[in-house]
């Protein structure tokens, strides 16, 4: 080691704070390489570590050796980095930039070093750096180009049934019809103009539910009229042609009903089938309330049906026992079967083991009376409980959207868990045979047709969150009627929607049973299906992200020490890693199909959780009480005082009082210090499915990172990183798919046969909802609710937004 100096100028004590950077960053990465090493993990950042050291201390004596050695690691780091993942610009990010930038200012201590006889290094300083400089832009480049793909090979039509196509004009149910495939065959805006598009009207709702927004309406449109609900249930007619208000109504939700967040995604309508259309309520609209009611009001005036229930009203908590404010309530449009409103609803997760009953219910579209209650635990049993007694606590609910077939009298039910989740051993028999199932409802017995489990004793919440699909598939032996099923774990099914059998291979493979809290209850064999998938492979510690070497070094640390053993990884008290997360694979937003192709368009989530059970103790030192509880009601009290709330995420630091353990959930798997997520982009994505086969035609993330960036600060980068996303899209006859979704506040326009990006318009507010087209004199629009969502962390709004073509003249 050279004489000790004091440093002399700018550039000397410069280079004396990049030599002590140097040495901190490497001691750091010394520190966390050892650990990692010991986990079986990585040698990289131990060999690192130890050559930033060395590093730094030379430059803190100017020697011109630290510029070599560093030199050198940021060389193999470069070696490293692609030997990892290739030209892969964004998994490069975390690997490459913060090093880059080092290496710009170790270069520029080179005259100062060079002054004490360090010899003529500059020039091949510079040299070596425009090399590697040109090779990292290369690879930054590859992150904005993921968005480029084939054309779709072989688009063919076909396979359809004529009256699937008949959205027209309309928009009438919250899948465009009763089959929800989000279709519609209008062609005025197609390839060729969409750049056109503009804002024809905008409409605001006056609903802004605070920290609990995330209003993710689909309007609908029937005859001259727009309808839809707000955040909290306020009802709306709109003048299809202008957006103004026509008549609204508000069924007076009390915000303490309202669970983490307010969210209507839609209302039903209904026509009384020879009615004069003139008497009250010949034309309704239904919603379901996020106070657990179902309300009919006229489509004409907006008043309550008087004849529907009390003052056009019915509770569907009546027979639960009274459930706490926010426990029960509907979040998703109710649909209606040969006359019967059916409805699920969404239970509170993680509160309490034994809360609400998940029944589902039939009532009559005209008086609001009960038809039918299927309780899964009460198969002997149709109506009301018995005076003394309740519906079944604890069993498996459908928070989302079904779907009906009028031609059959079947709504299918895509169900979720029992309550609690993330622990089975207290599940019934009947619990287990329909959680996690599609099941067939006859809503002239209310009893269940057929079901098929997609997942065997869900502790994952795989809970189906996608609305089916009815579509006509294609198979050897001609087109059969069937329902298309995608899932929260990526996987696709299809069925004959009459009788259920699967229409294509699934296999039953064996999975993780061992490393779990709940030894001998996990199924070995989980069903995957043959037909089509989401789901991408299994994560490796190469896999892991971050902003800088530091924290993606942090992150490989936590997979390391995680009990991750791929798909159905049991849970336990130890932290593990649940991939995909809670939110998809496929979530509420469901997917389009567009008949005449035959394609199908889904986008989707790729992000993990990383979960850990918490014993009873600790999750009570911790205060995770339900809601319910005088302890929680309490610490609320205290929280608006200070002017704040409790408000948290879904699953993080849930009670799931009645088990052993509560449940702490870090969605999407974020690095603490920066709020960015564990695992490498893309974080979701965008695929069209050959309907027919059930092959990629082109598969490509979604959504810019413009939006996002360390420390919640938006980046403003136009990249294509894929983010999260919630709401689904629509398909037209002129080859466009409409979707927003993403988290970057972009409604955007996709050609259906490559996948590119052809048009988008930046939103007021996320728009995490379903869009929805129709037309009106003669003239296509394009209408998004841009209401924002506490989850997804995009801006709160209250906008209805309508884009059409400029008029001519």
């Avoid at 019967?340 to 509170?348: K, N």
């Avoid at 993606?552 to 008290?573: D, E, H, L, V, W």
């Avoid at 649940?578 to 199909?593: E, F, L, M, T």
């Avoid at 841009?786 to 709160?796: L, Y």
Wanted: aromatic share 10%; glycine share 12%; net charge neutral.
């Amino acid at each position: 080691m050279p004489r000790w100096t004091t440093p002399t100028g700018p550039g000397g004590w410069l280079t004396l704070l990049l030599g002590l950077l140097l040495a901190v960053i490497g001691l750091v990465l010394t520190v966390g390489g050892v650990q990692l090493v010991m986990l079986g993990g990585s040698w990289y950042y131990l060999l690192a570590g130890l050559a930033l050291i060395a590093a730094g201390l030379l430059l803190v004596y100017r020697d011109v050796r630290g510029a070599w050695v560093y030199g050198a690691v940021f060389v193999a780091t470069v070696i490293w980095g692609l030997w990892e993942k290739g030209l892969n610009g964004w998994a490069l990010v975390p690997r490459l930039v913060g090093p880059l930038v080092l290496m710009f200012l170790v270069l520029a201590t080179l005259p100062v070093l060079r002054s004490r006889g360090g010899g003529k290094t500059a020039g091949f300083g510079a040299l070596g750096l425009a090399v590697l400089t040109v090779v990292f832009g290369f690879a930054v480049a590859q992150a904005n180009q993921a968005q480029v793909m084939s054309p779709v090979p072989g688009v063919r039509g076909g396979y359809n049934d004529p009256a699937l196509l008949k959205t027209g004009a309309d928009w009438p149910a919250y899948g465009g019809t009763d089959s929800a495939q989000r279709y519609s065959p209008l062609t005025q805006i197609n390839k060729d103009n969409v750049g056109q598009l503009e804002r024809a009207w905008t409409f605001r709702t006056g609903d802004l539910p605070g920290e609990r927004w995330g209003a993710e309406t689909t309007p609908l449109k029937v005859g001259n009229t727009v309808y839809l609900c707000s955040a909290r249930n306020k009802l709306f007619a709109l003048d299809a042609s202008t957006g103004k208000q026509i008549w609204t109504y508000d069924p007076q939700v009390a915000d303490d009903q309202i669970p983490y967040t307010a969210a209507c995604r839609g209302v039903t309508y209904h026509a009384r089938p020879n009615a004069n259309p003139a008497e009250p309520c010949a034309t309704k609209i239904v919603e379901g309330t996020l106070d657990g009611r179902i309300v009919a009001v006229d489509a004409r005036t907006g008043r309550p049906c008087p004849a529907f229930g009390q003052n056009g009203a019915v509770s569907i908590k009546t027979g639960m026992g009274d459930p706490y404010p926010g426990m029960v309530s509907i979040t998703s449009a109710p649909v209606i079967v040969r006359g019967i409103i059916v409805t699920g609803h969404q239970v509170l997760d993680g509160q309490k083991r034994w809360n609400a009953s998940g029944v589902i219910q039939g009532f009559d579209v005209e008086t609001g009376a009960l038809r039918f209650a299927w309780d899964m635990m009460r198969p002997d049993r149709s109506g009301l409980p018995p005076e003394g007694e309740t519906y079944t606590p604890g069993t498996p609910n459908m928070w989302t959207t079904a779907t009906g077939d009028q031609a059959l009298g079947l709504v299918y039910l895509p169900m979720g868990n029992s309550a609690a989740d993330y622990w089975s051993s207290s599940r019934r028999p009947l619990e287990k045979q329909y959680s996690t199932s599609l099941v067939a409802l006859d809503v002239t017995t209310g009893k269940p047709r057929w079901h098929y489990q997609t997942v065997h004793n869900d502790v994952w919440d795989f809970d189906l969150g996608s609305q089916a699909t009815l579509i006509d598939y294609p198979t050897a032996n001609g087109v059969v009627p069937a329902v298309l099923l995608p899932s929260k774990q990526g996987d696709m099914y299809v069925f004959n929607r009459a009788t259920g059998q699967l229409l294509h291979g699934v296999e039953e493979r064996r999975v993780p049973t061992t490393g779990g809290t709940e030894q001998g209850q996990r199924s070995p064999t989980q069903p995957f299906s043959l037909f089509a998938t989401l789901r991408k492979p299994n994560l490796v510690e190469a896999d892991m992200w971050g902003m800088s070497p530091i924290d993606q070094m942090m992150c490989r640390i936590n997979f390391k020490k995680a009990n991750y053993q791929g798909y159905y990884t049991p849970p336990s008290t130890n932290h593990y890693i649940n991939y995909p997360g809670y939110n998809g694979g496929s979530d509420w937003g469901g997917v389009a199909v567009d008949p005449a192709r035959g394609v199908i368009v889904a986008n989707y989530n790729d992000m993990p959780n990383y979960n850990r059970l918490v014993p009873r103790a600790e999750a009570n030192e911790k205060g995770w009480f339900p809601r319910d509880d005088p302890r929680y009601i309490q610490q609320q009290k205290e929280a608006a005082e200070r002017g704040g709330s409790l408000s948290k995420g879904e699953g993080a630091g849930d009670p799931q009082i009645g088990v052993p353990y509560a449940i702490d959930v870090n969605a999407g798997w974020r690095v603490k210090w920066t709020g960015l997520l564990c695992k490498e982009p893309p974080y979701g994505g965008i695929t069209a499915i050959d309907m027919r086969s059930g092959k990629t035609l082109w598969d490509r993330p979604f959504g810019t990172a413009r939006k996002n960036g360390p420390w919640g600060i938006a980046s403003h980068l136009p990249l294509e990183i894929g983010t999260p996303n919630n709401g689904g899209s629509v398909v037209t006859a002129g080859g466009l798919i409409f979707i927003a979704a993403a988290t970057d506040d972009l409604i955007r326009a996709i050609d259906i046969e490559t996948g590119k990006t052809v048009w988008s318009d930046v939103l007021p507010a996320g728009g995490q909802a379903n869009p929805m087209i129709y037309e009106q004199n003669g003239r296509q629009y394009l209408v998004i609710m841009a209401g924002g969502h506490h989850f997804m962390e995009t801006p709160e709004g209250d906008y209805v937004i309508a884009y059409a073509l400029p008029q001519r003249g």
